[in-house]
């Protein structure tokens, strides 16, 4: 039996998130049957990162186990097969114990907020129309790095093993003089935490006077270590999972 990991990208507008769900329609469950047709066995898909409904996905990773060989056309076939909001980029011959999930390093995101109303990024980016310091979201943003609890920025209920992350990259950059983004790599995050965030930071910026308050008022946040402080309303639709990094050499010989 070999392993195999297979780099998927999608658009999430029409999904309901990345997991196998009861009748819904998921990144896993439209692979998972794209592959059972194209190798014509039932294959079991071990994901790396969770996405939710409408998140999007420049990369993510299964892997799946097969005695089958295989070959640079089963990458073709599938993409024949999957919708035009799925796509496979690659397919590599891993190790046995290799391990989607677990041997990741770090994963990255990027949130995307529009403060003018575009409708070339009406399921890319939050339309934001209010206005707001990057100068005050951007020293809120460097204090994240600085903490390793993350609780506050956990759903309720979300059944977490532990709160603890290992936040690396924290920015906010400008993009055009109405468009900008949020840049988070950690190894691990918590089930909507990039939301909460990024909705918690454009709350306490838009709501302090000063620079200074609102680094303080985010930090409270943080070690208050209370869900309720914080905004998840932030919409999917402007999420995307940029990369999940993995050891130099894991990923083993692409198809």
């Known amino acids: 039996?070999?392993?195999?990991?297979?780099?998927?990208?999608?658009?999430?507008?029409?999904?309901?998130?990345?997991?196998?769900?009861?009748?819904?329609?998921?990144?896993q469950s439209v692979v998972s049957a794209a592959l059972q047709t194209v190798i014509k066995e039932p294959i079991a898909l071990?994901?790396?990162s969770r996405t939710d409904a409408g998140v999007h996905a420049k990369q993510n990773f299964f892997h799946f186990d097969t005695e089958q060989a295989i070959t640079a056309k089963h990458i073709y076939s599938?993409?024949?097969?999957?919708?035009?909001?799925?796509?496979?980029?690659?397919?590599y011959a891993?190790?046995?114990?290799?391990?989607?999930?677990?041997?990741?390093?770090?994963?990255?995101?990027?949130y995307t907020i529009t403060t003018k109303k575009d409708p070339f990024l009406v399921d890319k980016a939050w339309h934001f129309p209010f206005?707001?310091?990057?100068?005050?979201l951007q020293a809120m943003a460097l204090e994240l790095p600085k903490y390793q609890d993350f609780e506050a920025f956990s759903k309720k209920n979300a059944?977490?093993?532990?709160?603890?992350?290992?936040?690396?990259?924290?920015?906010?950059?400008?993009?055009?003089?109405?468009?900008?983004?949020?840049?988070?790599?950690?190894?691990?995050?918590?089930?909507?935490?990039?939301?909460?965030?990024?909705?918690?930071?454009?709350?306490?910026?838009?709501?302090?006077?000063?620079?200074?308050?609102?680094v303080e008022a985010f930090k409270a946040v943080i070690?208050?270590?209370?869900?309720?402080?914080?905004d998840f309303s932030t919409p999917a639709k402007g999420l995307v999972l940029e990369t999940v990094a993995y050891p130099n050499g894991r990923l083993g010989q692409c198809i």
């Not at 070690?223 to 914080?230: A, F, I, T, W, Y």
């Open 1 to 27: 039996m070999a392993r195999f990991f297979i780099k998927v990208g999608y658009n999430g507008t029409d999904l309901c998130g990345f997991q196998i769900q009861d009748g819904q329609e998921t990144v």
């Open 46 to 48: 071990t994901g790396s």
């Open 78 to 91: 599938l993409n024949a097969i999957l919708p035009p909001t799925i796509v496979v980029h690659a397919i």
């Open 94 to 110: 891993v190790a046995p114990d290799a391990h989607a999930r677990f041997d990741a390093l770090s994963r990255t995101y990027t």
């Open 131 to 136: 206005p707001v310091s990057l100068e005050t």
């Open 159 to 214: 059944g977490n093993k532990t709160n603890i992350c290992a936040i690396e990259i924290s920015n906010w950059q400008t993009v055009s003089p109405t468009v900008f983004t949020y840049t988070v790599q950690s190894n691990r995050f918590l089930r909507g935490m990039v939301r909460g965030l990024v909705g918690t930071m454009l709350r306490i910026a838009r709501q302090s006077a000063t620079t200074v308050e609102a």
């Open 223 to 230: 070690v208050s270590k209370d869900p309720s402080l914080c």
